[in-house]
Structures are given as structure tokens and as C-alpha cells.
């Protein structure tokens, strides 16, 4: 992996963009703007935490969180590719993909005229890589921070035959209190109700949280938004080639034996993610490409 000094000297921008090192050699990039405020971690392209300048995280990561080589992040705005949730034929391989746990590289830093920072990641093909999925593909992450955070995944499909793709950005939001939370723009959609053995059911009206929930919501639209009464705002969630929208949150038995939430970590979350999953994954022909892209704001109640 390349060093913070490495990193510094080619991307780093005096009091903008900053590369720092956690435990063995675990880089994290530090970017801050007069809007806005992120940090990133190399490996995975994985986006920790976004503030709006002067406001609260937006994007929660947990205050136990591990940031090892080859271990997930709790917390963020983890890569979900090129597969959601279980491998559809091999049990063995990671669920979600092995994306957010695997070195990429950094290929460009652009401060932008708006005053926005984008910074250009993409997915280093190794054996490694190539043993969990052998079908050519590219990977990039766009990352834009600012007033607002947003993140782009292109997949290019360079093979010659067709790619069955499915990819979530799996990020977890800051509320006051979970239960108190509503998520809302998904009413009167279909989902997939893991916590009740995958029963099909339809949303009746603003998504609430009262336990353990994860849902796949389909055919979903290109907006939503998490109302938090006790940090008094709206986070604003819009897609662009976002099929489904999951809605996670562990709720207290779950996450203590996750161990890297912490004592209330599952209270202070709640997972909203931009994807393609079950019935709703892309068929990718020979050379296209699929750009899935989420951009997050925060207004007032």
C-alpha cells in the first residue's frame, strides 16, 4: 500500500487535502473544504464520515470502528460490488463483494471551481481479485465533497459476454435517535423483508424503526429522505441509476454481538443505501458501463 508521505507529496493541498496513517499503514484521506468536510479511507474508496460545514456528521462512523487492513469499516459509506448480499452461486465468497476491503488506487485530486474537492479512485486488479470474480471488470469511485457529498460507481464490463452487476453505496446516516426517525419517499413500495424470513410485503407509509429492520425496497424512486425531529433535519437522499433503496438498522441484540457499534451505536444510525439488488441488478452487455450515484444533503425540519 502507498504511504501518507507518498500520498502527501503527489495529491496532498495545503490545508484541503490531507493524507494521515491509523495503526499498520492504514491510510485515510483528510478533505476539507469551506462547505464541507470528509474523510476517506484508501482502502475500499470508503467515504468514513461527511459534515456540512458547521453541522453535525451526516455520515456516521462508529467511535469503535477498526481500520485494518482487509477488515470492513463500520460505518461510512461502505462499496457494495459486484454483488449484493450473498454470492448468488458460492457461499464461501464475502457477502457484498470484496470491494470495501481491498486496496485502491488514487487517481486524481481535483479541486473544483465551485470550491467542491473530487477525488477519483479505482480498483486494483490483483489474483486476488481476479479468484473472487474472474469476469473482467473496472471499477471507479467518484467522490465529490462539499456543501453536499457525492458518490459515483462506475463498473465497466470489458469482457465480451454480459455481466449480471449488483452494487450498493451502504451508507449510514447520523440521527439523534433511530427510534424516533422516519424515512420517507418510499411509501407504497414493494420490499423484501429479511428479518421475516424475505416475505414480500408493500410500505404503508413512512419507513419507522422499532427493531432489527432490513429491507429490500424495489423499483424505488430517485429521492428519499430520513426526518430526525431530536437533530432538528432532513437528509436528503437522490439517485441517479438506483433501482432499490435498503433500509438497515441491526437494532440492540444484533449490533452487541457485532461488537464495533458501541454501547448505543445502533440508536445513533440508520442505513439508507442507493443500489441494484435482487430482481433489480443490471445486466451489463460487452463494453457498457453503469454509473450508480448518490448525492446526500441536509435542510431544516
Known amino acids: 500500500m502507498t504511504s501518507a508521505e507518498q500520498l502527501n507529496r503527489q495529491f496532498g493541498i495545503d490545508g484541503k487535502v490531507r493524507f494521515v496513517e491509523r495503526g499498520d499503514g492504514f491510510v485515510l484521506i483528510e478533505v476539507r473544504t469551506a462547505q464541507g468536510q470528509a474523510d476517506i479511507a484508501l482502502q475500499g474508496a470508503h467515504v468514513t464520515t461527511w459534515a456540512p460545514q458547521g453541522q ?38 464475502p457477502g457484498h463483494g470484496y470491494a470495501r476491503t481491498v486496496d485502491w488506487r488514487l487517481l486524481r485530486v481535483t479541486p473544483l471551481d465551485d470550491g467542491r474537492i473530487q477525488l477519483i479512485f ?92 432490513d429491507r429490500i425496497y424495489l423499483g424505488t424512486g ?39 457499534f458501541g454501547s448505543d451505536g445502533y440508536l445513533r444510525m440508520l442505513c439508507v443505501e442507493t443500489a441494484n439488488a435482487a430482481e433489480d441488478v443490471v445486466n451489463l452487455a460487452p463494453g457498457a458501463q453503469h454509473r450508480l450515484v448518490a448525492e446526500y444533503s441536509c435542510a431544516g425540519i
Open 56 to 93: 453535525a456528521p451526516v455520515v456516521w462512523v462508529s467511535e469503535q470502528a477498526k481500520y485494518a487492513a482487509g477488515k470492513s469499516i463500520r460505518g461510512g459509506v461502505p462499496v457494495c460490488w459486484p454483488w449484493f448480499g450473498p454470492h448468488a452461486s458460492n457461499a464461501k465468497l
Open 122 to 213: 479505482e480498483l486494483i486488479d490483483t489474483p486476488a481479485t481476479r479468484a473472487q470474480e474472474p469476469h473482467p471488470l473496472r471499477v471507479r469511485n467518484t467522490v465529490t465533497v462539499g456543501a453536499t457529498l457525492q458518490v459515483e460507481l462506475e463498473t465497466t464490463n470489458l469482457g465480451t459476454t454480459p455481466y449480471v452487476l449488483g452494487d450498493a453505496l451502504h451508507t449510514y446516516f447520523h440521527v439523534g435517535d433511530v427510534t424516533r426517525a422516519t424515512v420517507h419517499g418510499l411509501e407504497g413500495c414493494a420490499y423484501i423483508d429479511k428479518v421475516d424470513g424475505g416475505a414480500r410485503k408493500q410500505q404503508g407509509g413512512p419507513v419507522t424503526i422499532a427493531g432489527e429492520v
Open 222 to 260: 430517485n429521492c428519499c429522505e430520513i426526518r430526525d425531529p431530536v437533530l432538528k433535519r432532513r437528509i436528503i437522499i437522490r439517485s441517479r441509476n438506483s433501482a432499490s433503496t435498503i433500509v438497515w438498522n441491526p437494532g440492540v441484540e444484533k449490533a452487541t454481538k457485532m461488537g464495533d
